[in-house]
């Protein structure tokens, strides 16, 4: 983890136009530190703001601006941290220990979480729009409504996951394992999963026009409902029962 401390100066703030609560929040923080112009800030206090009310629009809006940085912490502890909301776009954390931890509604848009332990982690509504997930383990998390549009998911691991109205248009989910994994009324419209495990998968009222299922193992997949083919007639060698799909060989 990156624990260099970042010093944020005043009249960068007003050089850059900060707005007046913005200001006054600096100035809180600075008193209490025994100075006006300058504000020390640690990682611990870099990621507190990034997921403060109070403060995550000011964070945001500093780092866009360039005066903070966005949050660098591969490898760290995260193991069960409350990070709900939290404001962690293009966040480095890369083979980060977050299982458990809470990340309902947080904004991870382009963060690098290639091989992650997000086991049992809560994504509920998180926003992870081409986000690096490559290697990640993600078994038995709650990725209900998640936005992963274009996330690169290859190999992750997706056992049991709840991705029940995530949005995985476009994302890249070749070779990953989504065993068991609840998949109703997921958008999975034009998403590559060459060579994926969805065995056992809930796919009921998936979209998965467009898809590329090359290679993938169904069997025991529910698809009832679920949009496979616009004009296209099936792929050969897809078995249904009872609108369950049994089989698949592609």
């Keep these: 983890m990156n624990h260099t401390t970042v010093v944020l100066l005043r009249s960068d703030l007003t050089d850059r136009g900060a707005c007046p609560p913005g200001l006054r929040l600096f100035d809180e923080f600075a008193a209490a530190q025994g100075n006006s112009e300058e504000l020390r800030i640690p990682f611990a206090g870099l990621l507190w703001a990034s997921c403060s009310p109070l403060a995550r629009e000011f964070v945001e809006w500093a780092q866009d601006e360039g005066l903070l940085p966005y949050v660098n912490a591969p490898r760290a502890d995260l193991c069960g941290a409350d990070l709900e909301g939290a404001n962690l776009r293009s966040a480095d954390l890369r083979s980060a220990d977050l299982e458990g931890a809470n990340l309902r509604s947080a ?97 009921r009222g998936a979209d998965l026009r467009g898809a590329n299922l090359r290679g993938a193992n169904l069997e025991g997949a529910d698809l009832r409902g679920a949009r496979r083919w616009s004009d296209d007639p099936p792929v050969s060698g897809w078995t249904l029962r009872d609108g369950a799909l049994e089989r698949i060989v592609l």
């Excluded at 509920?124 to 490559?134: I, K, M, N, P, Q």
């Excluded at 990725?143 to 996951?161: I, K, Q, T, Y």
């Excluded at 995530?166 to 590559?192: K, P, S, T, V, Y």
């Design 107 to 203: 904004d991870l848009e382009g963060a690098n979480l290639r091989s992650a332990r997000l086991v049992g982690a809560n994504l509920r509504g998180a926003r992870l729009v081409g986000a690096d997930l490559r290697g990640a383990r993600l078994v038995g998390a709650d990725l209900c409504g998640a936005d992963l549009r274009g996330a690169n998911l290859r190999s992750a691991n997706l056992e049991g996951a709840d991705l029940r109205g995530a949005d995985l248009r476009r994302a890249n989910l070749r070779g990953a394992n989504l065993r068991g994994a609840d998949l109703r009324g997921a958008n999975l419209e034009g998403a590559d999963l060459e060579g994926a495990s969805l065995r056992g998968a809930d796919l």
